[in-house]
C-alpha cells in the first residue's frame, strides 16, 4: 500500500502541516507550563500572605472568632486544634470540615501543597499552606486555602491550546497548499503542454512565465530544447524528401543502362555502359554525402571549434587548387575566427567551385577585416545573378531560368552548404551587387566575440 503522496504539492502540504504540528505543539507545552506556574505562584503567594497574618495573630493572641476576611472568599482560613476540631474560621470556610488532614510536625512548621478532591468534570483543587502555630505538642494548625481556577483542573486550558495547536496547523496546511498550488500552476501548464506535442506538431511551445525563477528557466529550456529538435526533425525530413526526390533520376538512369546492356549485350560498347554507369554512380555518391553534410550541420553534433587565421586558411586553399582561370587574392592577416576547420574549407571550396564554373576569365579571392568582422568574398567575372534569384541559389537543387543552373555539373547543393556552414558558425553568407559577375560574401564574428548559438536566418 502506497502511504507517501504522489504529486509534490501534497507532500509538501503534508510535510508543513507535520512541521507546524511539532512547532506548535512544543510551543503550547510551553505555554500551558507557564501558564500553570504563573497562576499557581500567584494563587500561592496571596494563600501564604492571609496564611501568615492568621497564624501571627494566632500566636500573639490577637485573633478573634470567627476571622475577618479580606479576600471575599477567595482564600478559606482554618484553625484546627488537635484531633481535627476546626476552632477558628473565616465565614467562608466556617461549618466546614479541615480542609486538609496533613498535619505539619513541629520540625516542619510550614507546608505548602496542592490536594485535589473528586473526579471529572467536578474535580477540586486547592493550593494550600498549612502552618503550626508553635512546637508545642497541643498546637493549632493554621490552613490557607485557594481553589485553583477551573481551567487548570478540568483540562480546559489543554484543550484549548490543541485547538489552538490543529488550528495553526491547518491554517499552515491550506496555505502551504495555496502556495505549492500557484507556484507548481506554470510546471502543470508546460506539463500539459509537453503532454500534448508530438513528432508531427513541433512548432508548439510551453508556457513560459514572465520572472527569472527556476520556473521560468525550465520553460526557456524546454522551449530551446523543442526548437532543436524541430530543427533537427526538420533536417531529417528535408533529408529524406532530397534524397527520395534527387536519387531517383540517377538511380533511373543508372538502371535503364544496365537493363539495356544486359537485354542487348550485343548491341552495347560495354565500356561505355560501364563509364556511364561509373559517371551516374560518382554523382549518387556526391549527392548522398552532401544531403549527410547538410543534414549534420547545426544540430550541435559538430567538431569542436578552434581559432582559424581566415586569411592562411584561404591561402592554403587558393594553393592547393589547380585552376584553369586567372586567380585574383587579396589577403589582410590576422584575420581570426572561431570554427571548424574542415567545414570552412568547405564552405570555401564551394564558393571556388561555383566561381570557377562560371567565371569567364578570372576569380578574385579577398580576406579582411570590416566592421569588427572578418570579411570573406570570392567574385567571378561570369554572368551574374539576376537579385530576384540572389536569395534562390542557395535553397537546395535550385534551378534558375539562367546561365546559372544545374545543368553546369555539381550536386545542386555545394551553396546551400555553405550557407548552412556559415550560420553554424553565427555568419551570414549572401549575394551582394557588383559591376560585373557574381561576389559572394561570408561575414563571420572575429575570435575575440563568440559566435552567436542561435543567427538568425537569411
Not at 214 to 227: G, S, V
Not at 342 to 361: H, P, T
Not at 394 to 413: I, K, M, N, Q, Y
Amino acid at each position: 500500500m502506497r502511504l507517501r503522496p504522489r504529486s509534490i504539492r501534497a507532500r509538501d502540504t503534508l510535510v508543513a502541516a507535520v512541521i507546524a504540528a511539532i512547532v506548535f505543539g512544543i510551543t503550547a507545552i510551553g505555554v500551558d507550563f507557564a501558564v500553570r506556574s504563573a497562576v499557581k505562584a500567584d494563587v500561592l503567594r496571596q494563600t501564604q500572605v492571609e496564611g501568615r497574618r492568621v497564624s501571627g495573630g494566632v500566636r500573639d493572641g490577637t485573633v478573634r472568632g470567627p476571622i475577618p476576611d479580606q479576600t471575599r472568599g477567595r482564600v478559606l482560613i482554618q484553625v484546627v486544634a488537635p484531633g481535627g476540631h476546626v476552632t477558628n474560621a473565616t465565614p467562608a470556610a466556617a461549618g466546614r470540615p479541615p480542609v486538609s488532614r496533613l498535619w505539619p510536625s513541629s520540625n516542619l512548621r510550614v507546608r505548602d501543597y496542592t490536594e485535589c478532591h473528586g473526579g471529572w468534570p467536578g474535580r477540586e483543587c486547592l493550593v494550600l499552606e498549612a502552618i503550626r502555630a508553635t512546637t508545642a505538642s497541643d498546637s493549632v494548625v493554621v490552613y490557607a486555602a485557594s481553589p485553583l481556577p477551573s481551567y487548570l483542573v478540568n483540562g480546559l486550558l489543554e484543550a484549548l491550546l490543541a485547538g489552538s495547536v490543529l488550528l495553526l496547523a491547518g491554517a499552515a496546511a491550506w496555505i502551504t497548499w495555496r502556495v505549492v498550488g500557484r507556484t507548481l500552476g506554470p510546471v502543470e501548464a508546460i506539463r500539459a503542454q509537453l503532454a500534448e506535442i508530438s513528432a508531427t506538431d513541433l512548432s508548439r511551445r510551453v508556457p513560459q512565465p514572465s520572472g527569472h525563477d527556476e520556473i521560468a528557466q525550465l520553460a526557456r529550456t524546454a522551449n530551446a530544447t523543442l526548437d532543436r529538435l524541430e530543427r533537427a526533425v526538420g533536417r531529417q525530413r528535408q533529408f529524406a524528401s532530397d534524397a527520395s526526390h534527387e536519387l531517383r533520376t540517377p538511380i533511373t538512369g543508372l538502371r535503364a543502362n544496365l537493363e539495356d546492356a544486359s537485354m542487348h549485350p550485343d548491341d552495347n560498347d560495354l565500356r561505355a555502359v560501364v563509364e556511364s554507369a561509373l559517371r551516374d554512380t560518382d554523382r549518387l555518391e556526391s549527392i548522398v554525402t552532401d544531403l549527410l553534410l547538410l543534414a549534420r550541420i547545426g544540430t550541435g553534433g559538430t567538431t569542436a571549434q578552434e581559432p582559424i587565421d581566415l586569411s592562411a586558411l584561404a591561402d592554403a586553399e587558393v594553393g592547393r587548387r589547380t585552376f584553369t582561370l586567372k586567380i585574383v587574392t587579396e589577403f589582410t592577416g590576422d584575420v581570426v575566427v572561431r570554427g571548424v576547420r574542415m567545414q570552412l574549407v568547405r564552405l570555401l571550396g564551394n564558393l571556388l567551385d561555383n566561381a570557377e564554373r562560371y567565371a569567364d576569365s578570372s576569380i578574385m579571392v579577398e580576406v579582411a577585416l570590416r566592421d569588427g568582422q572578418a570579411l570573406l568574398t570570392v567574385t567571378d567575372d561570369g554572368p551574374g545573378i539576376a537579385p530576384a534569384d540572389r536569395e534562390r541559389v542557395f535553397e537546395r537543387f535550385t534551378r534558375l531560368d539562367t546561365a546559372r543552373s544545374r545543368g553546369a555539373g555539381g550536386t545542386g547543393l555545394g551553396l546551400a552548404i555553405a550557407r548552412e556552414i556559415a550560420q553554424a558558425h553565427g555568419g551570414t553568407l549572401r549575394v551582394e551587387e557588383h559591376p560585373a559577375g557574381a561576389r559572394f560574401t561570408l561575414r563571420l564574428p572575429l575570435a575575440a566575440a563568440p559566435p552567436d548559438r542561435h543567427p538568425n536566418r537569411a
